[in-house]
């Protein structure tokens, strides 16, 4: 099978361009990439379904300076072609789906099949050209972390909901930041809240701005949804109201009032104001919508939340019984 065209790009400056991956026209991932004076920052690395997403940089950067990736969390869609750089970091709390999830093989088959909405061609092209990502090794990065590159600073900024580890990166002095899926337009999927809040061997990673209970203490639903609301309101307090921001599945520019948009949702859902919202299925197999398993998704402005409804009716029935 002949070479598929899946990468695009646009140098947004002299130091900033967008790079995107996509295995359909629906469904395509942003790859920020920041220029130094000494090396080159790759924020997110795609699926790894083709090992030439350095070459097709390369090709627009040159080769002259060593590349480093960060991604953003530890999803297959943001982690798959770390491997071809010169280091790869990632925060700890993600390691259990490096380890567990993101480079194993049907795992990834499934998740283009429904990136690719199902295309023969991009499922079998997939297959005969993805990387062989097991065993990826990755330094461990935290809040607060800066990446000097040269010239420009990243920051490393915490965003746990999405997943435990999630993170972006931040070029204060360009206000640009690269939020991955912790932050993402039209929306956001955090229906684990309640694993990464509650869950022992979760909790004991969280950073500890999030003041989570020490005493074993659950949150409920709507205290889960709260939390994230602040710890996206954290997340505007360190970059501003001017900041460019760039989420993961979207490649165009968006401003601090998507951000907003999310706090705003989780505090209306925090509030279990959640009656007439609106089924969000997936276009993933596993993910699909069940009676023990249902997403909906909550709007705030024109950017949305999706979060497990069935956990919030079984929470209502514990406490009806209690």
Same mark, same amino acid.
Request: proline fraction near 3%; charge should be negative.
């Given at each position: 099978?002949?070479?598929?065209?899946?990468?695009?790009?646009?140098?947004?400056?002299?130091? =900033?361009?967008?790079?995107?991956?996509?295995?359909?026209?629906?469904? +395509?991932?942003?790859? #920020?990439?920041?220029? #130094?004076?000494?090396?080159?920052?790759?924020?997110?690395?795609?699926?790894?379904?083709?090992?030439?997403?350095?070459?097709?940089?390369?090709?627009?950067?040159?080769?002259?300076?060593?590349?480093?990736? $960060?991604?953003?969390?530890?999803?297959?869609? =943001?982690? #798959?072609?770390?491997?071809?750089?010169?280091?790869?970091?990632?925060?700890?709390?993600?390691?259990?789906?490096?380890?567990?999830?993101?480079?194993?093989?049907?795992?990834?088959?499934?998740?283009?099949? $429904?990136?690719?909405?199902? !295309?023969?061609?991009?499922?079998?092209?997939?297959?005969?050209?993805?990387?062989?990502?097991?065993?990826?090794?990755?330094?461990?990065?935290?809040? $607060?972390?800066?990446?000097?590159?040269?010239?420009?600073?990243?920051?490393?900024?915490?965003?746990?909901?999405?997943?435990?580890?999630?993170?972006?990166?931040?070029?204060?002095?360009?206000?640009?930041?690269?939020?991955?899926? #912790?932050?993402?337009?039209?929306? @956001?999927?955090?229906?684990?809240?309640?694993?990464?809040? !509650?869950?022992?061997?979760?909790?004991?990673?969280?950073?500890?701005?999030?003041?989570?209970?020490?005493?074993?203490?659950?949150?409920?639903?709507?205290?889960?949804?709260?939390?994230?609301?602040?710890?996206?309101?954290?997340?505007?307090?360190?970059?501003?109201?001017?900041?460019?921001?760039?989420?993961?599945?979207?490649?165009?520019?968006?401003? @601090?009032?998507?951000?907003?948009?999310?706090?705003?949702?989780?505090?209306?859902?925090?509030?279990?104001?959640?009656? !007439?919202?609106?089924?969000?299925?997936? @276009?993933?197999?596993?993910?699909? !919508?069940?009676?023990?398993?249902?997403?909906?998704?909550?709007?705030?402005?024109?950017?949305?939340?999706?979060?497990?409804?069935?956990?919030?009716? +079984?929470?209502?029935?514990?406490?009806?019984?209690?």
């Amino acid at each position: 099978m002949t070479s598929l065209n899946i990468f695009s790009h646009e140098k947004k400056s002299e130091r =900033h361009y967008i790079f995107t991956e996509g295995y359909s026209h629906e469904f +395509r991932f942003t790859i #920020g990439v920041v220029v #130094g004076d000494d090396k080159i920052f790759v924020v997110d690395s795609g699926m790894g379904m083709t090992g030439d997403l350095r070459t097709y940089i390369e090709s627009v950067l040159g080769t002259g300076k060593p590349i480093v990736c $960060g991604v953003s969390h530890g999803s297959i869609d =943001h982690a #798959g072609s770390a491997m071809l750089f010169d280091e790869r970091y990632c925060n700890i709390r993600d390691e259990w789906m490096l380890l567990t999830q993101a480079f194993k093989v049907e795992k990834r088959l499934n998740d283009i099949a $429904g990136f690719g909405l199902g !295309n023969p061609e991009m499922i079998e092209y997939g297959r005969k050209h993805m990387l062989d990502s097991e065993g990826t090794q990755f330094r461990w990065i935290e809040d $607060g972390d800066v990446f000097d590159l040269g010239g420009v600073q990243l920051e490393v900024i915490a965003l746990p909901g999405h997943s435990a580890g999630s993170v972006a990166y931040y070029d204060r002095e360009a206000d640009i930041c690269f939020t991955g899926d #912790g932050i993402n337009h039209p929306a @956001i999927q955090i229906h684990n809240l309640d694993l990464y809040y !509650n869950t022992p061997e979760h909790r004991k990673l969280m950073p500890a701005f999030m003041e989570l209970p020490t005493d074993g203490t659950e949150l409920t639903m709507g205290e889960c949804y709260a939390k994230y609301a602040d710890v996206v309101r954290r997340f505007v307090d360190k970059v501003g109201s001017d900041v460019t921001l760039y989420s993961g599945h979207n490649n165009l520019a968006q401003t @601090i009032r998507t951000a907003h948009n999310i706090i705003e949702a989780c505090e209306e859902v925090a509030a279990y104001r959640i009656e !007439n919202d609106m089924p969000a299925d997936s @276009i993933f197999e596993y993910q699909k !919508n069940t009676p023990q398993k249902y997403h909906r998704v909550h709007w705030a402005g024109n950017t949305g939340i999706v979060y497990d409804a069935a956990k919030f009716e +079984r929470e209502a029935a514990a406490r009806a019984t209690a």
